[in-house]
Structure formats: structure tokens, C-alpha cells
């Protein structure tokens, strides 16, 4: 037997590594009214999508809507610049097809952890979301050991949260989404979403964008929501949000 060659001397290396997905749940078998649907949602933006890797997941379809042709869903996500790569089946029939249509099998689930100190603000966001609603084609990129930078705009239904530190984002925050960060939050781009900053208590946080039209605005607890009209020397323009005596104070920049 030939000695085994030193690993410095090898050609490659096999390390682990995680691979973010976008997870597209499937409600319906009728191929028609997937296609109909996708139109509705993404024919005003094609390139909403730049072949981000996406699980395909039937845990929630719907029995009754007949069979599904796998292989035609892929070719249809494939039209709206979406690269299939896995399944997370509901019957053995559709391991089977996944085979087929070259998909890894994952039965596999994870949940965002729950803040525990937005307090009131509960009620206006929900935290623990299922990850399947966070575009995981956002980028963290480590500018920085204290900041998250994140270069994609998030749409609604997405939440990004930079846990013990500040989140920058270099992108528009679309109404319905929403971004929370321990520390202060810097949005150089239009703010139309949630914003909730110093979510752990942190009184000394700032939120900072350059077009102040949120939805909500919350620092260490106390927050603002678009039921109450942004004053008209912020609104729209750049502008930064502190708390000073248990109120939110808004300057423009």
C-alpha cells in the first residue's frame, strides 16, 4: 500500500461548509396557477432573483391540488432566475422525483430565536419567524468585528437582526420588512420598513437613514409607528432617531 501523501501536499481540501437557501413553499400542485402566481409577484422586478440557490419545500401542499410534475416546477422556478438545488419532501413519491430532477433531500427546519426585549413592540412585529421568509442571499460581510453590512435590499416579510452589534445596510428596507440590531442601525438607502434598534436595552442607540419613511421605529423598547405622521422636516429626508427621556427624538441630518 502507497503511503498516504501529506494533507499540505493535496491539490484540494474537504471542509464543511453552510449554504444559505431561499425556501419557496409550495402550496398548490397546479402548475398553471404557480406560474400565474410567480408572474403576479416577480413580473414587475425579473431580476428580483440572480439564480439564488432555493429549497423547494411541499410540507404545506395541499393533497388535494393533484400531483406535481417536480421537474416542470424547476424548470418554472429556473425561469424566474431561481437554481433548485434541494427538497424537503411531504411523501416518498416526491424523494423519488427529487432524484430524478438531480435535488438533495433535506427534512430539515430551523426558526430565528425570539427577542426577548422589544417588549411592547411585540405586537407590532413578529420576531420569530420561520427562516423560509428571510432572503438568505444577504450578504454579512465582516467590514467590521462591531457591524453587519448587509448590500441586498430586503423585502417584505424579511428580518434581519445583528445580534450584539451594529447592522448597516447599504440597500432600500421595503415596506413590511423589517431589521433589528443590539446596537445602532445605519440604512443608506430609503427606510420604508421596521427599524428597531438597541432591541436588548441599549438606551444609547441611534438609527440612522437617508430617507426616514418607516413604518416603525423603536429604540430599547420605545417605539413609533406610521400611525403617527413622521414630522414633516424628517420625513423622506436623512435624518437620525435617539432617545432622550423615554422619547423618541428625530433630527434631520
Do not use: C
Not at 438531480?102 to 405586537?123: C, D, K, W
Request: hydrophobic share 45%.
Amino acid at each position: 500500500m502507497s503511503p498516504r501523501p501529506p494533507a499540505h501536499s493535496l491539490s484540494f481540501e474537504i471542509k464543511s461548509a453552510s449554504l444559505p437557501l431561499v425556501s419557496f413553499i409550495v402550496k398548490s400542485a397546479d402548475l398553471k396557477v404557480l406560474s400565474q402566481d410567480l408572474q403576479t409577484r416577480l413580473g414587475d422586478t425579473p431580476d428580483f432573483f440572480d439564480n439564488d440557490a432555493v429549497l423547494i419545500d411541499l410540507q404545506h401542499l395541499e393533497v388535494t391540488s393533484g400531483p406535481l410534475d417536480l421537474a416542470a416546477l424547476v424548470l418554472l422556478l429556473r425561469t424566474h432566475r431561481m437554481n433548485p438545488v434541494a427538497l424537503r419532501p411531504l411523501s416518498p413519491a416526491h424523494e423519488a422525483a427529487a432524484t430524478l430532477a438531480g435535488l438533495f433531500l433535506t427534512s430539515e427546519a430551523r426558526t430565528l430565536p425570539p427577542s426577548t426585549a422589544t417588549q411592547e413592540v411585540v405586537r407590532e412585529v413578529e420576531v420569530v419567524r420561520e427562516v423560509e421568509v428571510v432572503r438568505e442571499v444577504v450578504r454579512e460581510i465582516a467590514a467590521s468585528s462591531t457591524a453587519m453590512v448587509v448590500d441586498k435590499p430586503l423585502r417584505s416579510g424579511q428580518h434581519i437582526y445583528a445580534k450584539g452589534r451594529d447592522l448597516v445596510m447599504l440597500a432600500m428596507v421595503n415596506p413590511g420588512a423589517e431589521i433589528m440590531a443590539d446596537g445602532h442601525i445605519h440604512v443608506y438607502a430609503p427606510l420604508r420598513g421596521k427599524a428597531i434598534a438597541g432591541a436588548k436595552g441599549d438606551t444609547s442607540a441611534r438609527i440612522f437613514t437617508h430617507s426616514l419613511e418607516a413604518e416603525l421605529l423603536s429604540i430599547a423598547g420605545v417605539y413609533r409607528t406610521s400611525d403617527t405622521p413622521l414630522p414633516i422636516e424628517v420625513a423622506g429626508k436623512s435624518a437620525q432617531v435617539w432617545l432622550a427621556n423615554d422619547k423618541l427624538m428625530m433630527q434631520g441630518l
